[in-house]
């Protein structure tokens, strides 16, 4: 059985997607005191740093993979270097904790900036339904950005 340089690139982001969420799962569970209103990045420091950090890590060199994958599949040059500018960031919030305030700022916010825009591209990009979920989380995603930078918390914090 053959696969295409896509169905990898879609398993790579599946299986670094399903690597982060269970680092983070595992993290908030074994971190003292953790809640959810907590900024994720509180993870990546202290007793759960090993987890949360290599997870994330893993994550972007998949995604930055996934880029590489996509890009000889002929997809549009867009849409790929915004998912491994995604994953460079991503890399880089693992690389440098939140400890390490400027350069984990600037690969937070690479994160959320290029992965909400890559998420609006797509749409263009791959068929349904996922061209119809993609673009409305892209936009949760930047409006998530814009209310933090602008300090705007949500109802459930007062």
């Known amino acids: ?8 690139a879609g398993a790579l982001i599946f299986i670094g997607t399903a690597c982060f969420l269970v680092g983070i799962i595992v993290s908030e569970a074994l971190f003292n005191g953790y ?5 994720i990045s509180d993870l990546g420091v202290g007793s759960t740093a090993a987890i949360y950090n290599s997870a994330i890590i893993i994550f972007g060199i998949l995604l930055v993979a996934s880029a590489y994958l996509l890009h000889k599949a002929g997809t549009k040059l867009g849409f790929v270097a ?6 460079i960031g991503a890399a880089g919030v693992g690389i ?7 350069p ?3 690969c937070a916010i690479t994160v959320f900036i290029c992965g909400g825009l890559c998420a609006i591209l797509a749409s263009r ?3 349904a339904p996922w061209s119809w979920f993609s673009p409305v989380l892209g936009v949760i995603t930047l409006v998530a950005v814009v209310l ?8 459930w914090n007062g």
């Open 82 to 87: 915004l998912l491994a500018l995604t994953g």
């Open 96 to 102: 440098f904790p939140e400890n390490i305030v400027v």
């Open 35 to 39: 809640l959810v209103t907590r900024m």
């Open 104 to 106: 984990h700022s600037i």
């Open 125 to 127: 990009i791959f068929s």
């Open 1 to 8: 059985m053959t696969y295409t340089n896509k169905t990898l």
């Open 148 to 155: 933090l930078g602008a300090k705007i918390q949500g109802v």
